[in-house]
């Protein structure tokens, strides 16, 4: 794809806040497309498998017990971040060293997330999410994703070696074209990549700023938290007209 020509813009700050989801209607005409985030929606966010590691790696715990904790109300690096102190890459960025040293080893952002996605697929793949985007694309919608850093954080090789990225018609990586979300070029330019308009896709992500960048653009979107992701799959499946995941056959 083209790069887009605009500056890079630095991206948010994540949180976890509790949100007060908006009413979501559908637009005139109905919705032909499903876009996704990737981390913390089609895959588990990093901040459950730092917890997942410290259950194979005892010697992590002591560093989260220091440091209160990943993204926790104790983590002063994480409230930094929030507050645009630091950027959300330099906040895992010194996390993982952090870890690695633990571990006796020197991680990168990269090195340790390499590390947390050596563990079983079931702990990091959203078997549901994947079955919304197979669902999707066999109803005759356009299914894309909208991700800030992946390759940047995984690698090129990883990402082309995963079967379940390979259902998307498109991938976005925001960090590959110079505009991270939620700067509204971002979804604009997901949606040309999807063909279609943004009043006609629906859009999941578990940062609060992405939802509220892709709804200031006119996309529909829905909040993913990251302990249950579950009734935001039943949001997007009534929007688009797909069986609920109760009526689907097992």
Known sequence: MPPVTEPAVTEPAATEPAVTEPAVTEPAGGFRGLLLDIGGVVHATGIHLVARLAEAEPAVRPVLERIGGIATDRDELWQAMLAGQVTERQYWAQRAAELGAAVGQTWDTRAMIGRLYQLPQRDWLRADMVDLMTE??????????????MTDFHGPDWVDAQEHLKQFDVIIDAGLIGVLKPDPRAFRHAAAELGLPVEQIVFLDDMPPNVAGARRVGMTAVRVPWEDPGPAIDTARDLLGLPSRAARPS
Do not use: H, Q, S, Y
């Open 136 to 149: 999707a694309k066999a109803a005759g919608l356009r299914v894309g994703a909208l991700t800030n850093d």
